[in-house]
């Protein structure tokens, strides 16, 4: 249930104040400030300046815990109802995000090594919001983005000429898959003209990934684990990165991977949560204790845990990796890229394949209802907006809208509903069954989609379209982009309810407190925000962590990947993963089976429910959820699905 439609109770301080329960307190009035004029006056139990005085159930007698009874000048018709909720200022944060690609004044010296993520966290915002950069951005970006790659090893760093980074790497790889395409680099001609992709120089062609897979092997660890860089520290962020990268790329093997699973479970803290790192043991000689179980380093924490969640869900969709030394001499790339032959189904490679194994996945064994518990107890009260925290009793911040909340539950479900596959549902997997609705996430021909014309197609690409045009990420007939005007909206609220049903009941989390805390709280909306108007009034663009901070390209780029996954319910889908089959069988070539399944695995989505592709955007009228609604993206990778179809055509040779 949204939070403006529930009491702000505060959180619990047992009245022995602290530095950290002071903090909280001030953030929840902050917070609170902004919600308070869209509650019903009855369920706003904090007063302003009357903390000590307020209705607070968790101090006061259990027998007497119930809300003070509506006050006599309680609202009760709709014209004198609360405001209507902020509508998503499109217009003003692409304003914004435009200002972090144009050359940056002296005082951002110090994002000279995160030159990839700003280009990453810009065009990923862009694409969420239907808006794209003009030709010769585009040809920038992708030269831009080229010059970051270090030709002698391998990978991408932060900057020309910077040591290559795995996190540097994803960044870089993941913004020319939205802004790239086949073909070699485009030349200063090119630039100079805005042009690259539509003549065949979209820079993917120029991605060592030979170098990219030696790099990668030569960072992996005795335990399963990788350095972030050479001599760099371990990081369970590292293993999120390869295994992402490596897929995207048509270069994950079984030697990559071959103990990433292990590795990864061991970062479990006993909260359920998981940190960045777990403690290997090893003998005098340097060599891997075998048996000892690491314990886990540090607190559970939503960034590493949407990272090691992400790894896992893609290892529990591959076959075991077989039996083998996880750093073996052989250090090269699959057969895609050489005459490297490796065959995991093979009889001789593992006995997980055997009926009753050890292992029916490369996936290490997580605690799931552990996890479960930590990851539900991350979404705040109604008076912190409903928003997520990273760390247990921590503040909320915008950027946990994603890493625990909307991108942590999409791939939590996922991993729930293949293990209630397996092994049958427990009472926590019953909790996010979903219902398969037959959709897809990709059409072969145009005659296949006549015959369900409920499809709705996450992954489509221009070409696929039989067009030369830049496919729409959302790919909906009724899409509106950026609009030129707000739209007309009557001051009336029909209804205090957004739709008949709430979604959040079906769910592990709250999509609709969450979106009201992206919506109320992340935007800059402390002045002017109640004239409704999307491109003016007060407040200026781009998102934040909470209200009294500055808006940035990463807070924007997260709320709006956290908005994305609340409005859109994205699961896996058999449909999707047989029609996928079929595509591999008849455009591929006969290779092997492991590359098929890191193919059609990464791309088995699909929308829960298409019929109503906006039944879960907050919003008072049609109107405005149209105007509030982004585009999908994957779990994750954190792209939209059209980008990661077509980067994994061209690696996989689909195209």
């Known amino acids: 249930m949204p939070a403006t439609k529930l009491p702000s109770w505060p959180t619990p301080t047992d009245y022995y104040p602290s530095p950290t329960s002071q903090e909280q307190e001030q953030t929840e009035q902050d917070i609170d400030s902004l919600f308070r004029p869209l509650r019903p006056d009855h369920l706003n139990l904090v007063p302003s300046h009357h903390r000590d ?14 809300p003070p009874p509506p006050p006599s000048d309680a609202r009760k018709d709709d014209d004198s109802g ?3 909720i902020p509508t998503l200022k499109r217009s003003q944060h692409l304003k914004f995000l435009s200002k972090w690609i144009d050359p940056m004044p002296a005082a951002y010296l110090a994002f000279d090594t995160n030159r990839p993520w700003l280009l990453y966290w810009v065009l990923h915002s862009y694409d969420l919001l239907s808006a794209s950069l003009d030709d010769r951005g585009i040809a920038r970006s992708i030269t831009t983005l080229l010059s970051f790659q270090n030709k002698q090893t391998g990978g991408f760093g932060g900057g ?7 996190m540097g790497t994803y960044a870089a790889v993941c913004a020319l898959s939205i802004v790239g395409g086949p073909g070699g680099a485009p030349d200063p001609q090119h630039v100079e003209r805005g042009e690259s992709v539509k003549v065949g120089k979209g820079g993917w062609d120029e991605i060592d990934r030979v170098k990219m897979y030696e790099w990668m092997m030569s960072l992996k660890q005795p335990d399963g684990s990788f350095l972030v860089h050479e001599n760099g520290e371990v990081d369970v962020r590292a293993s999120y990165c390869v295994i992402t990268v490596s897929t995207l790329l048509g270069i994950c093997t079984p030697e990559l991977v071959r103990g990433m699973g292990d590795f990864i479970a061991s970062c479990q803290t006993y909260e359920g949560g998981l940190s960045a790192s777990s403690q290997p043991t090893y003998d005098g000689d340097g060599s891997l204790l075998v048996g000892c179980e690491p314990p886990a380093l540090g607190e559970a924490h939503g960034g590493y845990t949407f990272c090691a969640v992400a790894t896992h869900l893609v290892l529990d969709c591959l076959p075991p990796c077989g039996q083998g030394p996880i750093l073996p001499f052989l250090k090269h790339p699959p057969s895609s890229l050489s005459n490297f032959q490796s065959d995991p189904f093979h009889p001789s490679n593992s006995k997980a394949q055997e009926k009753g194994g050890e292992r029916l996945s490369s996936a290490g064994n997580l605690n799931l209802d552990s996890l479960v518990r930590w990851a539900t107890s991350q979404q705040g009260l109604p008076i912190e907006g409903g928003g997520f925290r990273g760390r247990t009793n921590k503040l909320v911040d915008g950027c946990y809208g994603w890493f625990s909340g909307g991108g942590l539950f999409s791939c939590l479900d996922a991993i729930l509903t293949l293990r209630s596959e397996r092994e049958g549902a427990s009472p926590v997997q019953t909790m996010v069954l979903k219902h398969d609705f037959g959709t897809r996430v ?9 015959e369900d014309e409920s499809v709705i197609d996450l992954t489509r690409t221009s070409e696929d379209k039989g067009g030369d045009e830049e496919a729409d990420p959302s790919d909906e007939k009724d899409w509106i982009s950026e609009p030129d005007s707000p739209p ?6 029909t209804s205090f309810n957004y739709q008949d ?13 969450l979106q009201e805390y992206i919506l109320i709280a992340a935007q800059q909306n402390e002045q002017g925000w109640n004239s409704r108007n999307d491109s003016g009034g007060g407040g200026g663009g781009g998102l934040r962590d909470k209200p009294g901070k500055r808006p940035d390209a990463y807070h924007t780029c997260y709320n709006l990947s956290g908005l994305s996954l609340c409005q859109n319910s994205v699961v896996r889908s058999e449909g999707s993963k047989t029609l996928l089959e079929k595509i591999w069988e008849t455009r591929g070539t006969k290779r092997e089976e492991w590359e098929k399944r890191c193919y059609v695995e990464s791309l088995a989505w699909s929308l829960d429910d298409p019929q109503d592709s906006r039944g879960n955007v907050v919003g008072d009228d049609a109107e405005q959820r149209r105007t509030n609604k982004v585009n999908p993206t994957h779990p994750v990778f954190n792209l939209c699905f059209n980008r990661v179809k077509a980067i994994m055509d061209w690696s996989y040779r689909i195209a």
């Open 53 to 66: 005085q307020i209705f607070n159930p968790w101090l006061q007698d259990p027998t007497s815990s119930s």
């Open 82 to 84: 609360p405001p209507l």
């Open 160 to 166: 020309p000429g910077q040591v290559s980074h795995l």
């Open 442 to 450: 990709t059409s072969e021909t145009d005659s296949e989609r006549e």
């Open 488 to 493: 007309r909206r009557s001051k009336r609220r």
């Open 501 to 513: 049903e709430d979604p959040s009941k079906r769910t592990l989390f709250d999509r609709r407190s």
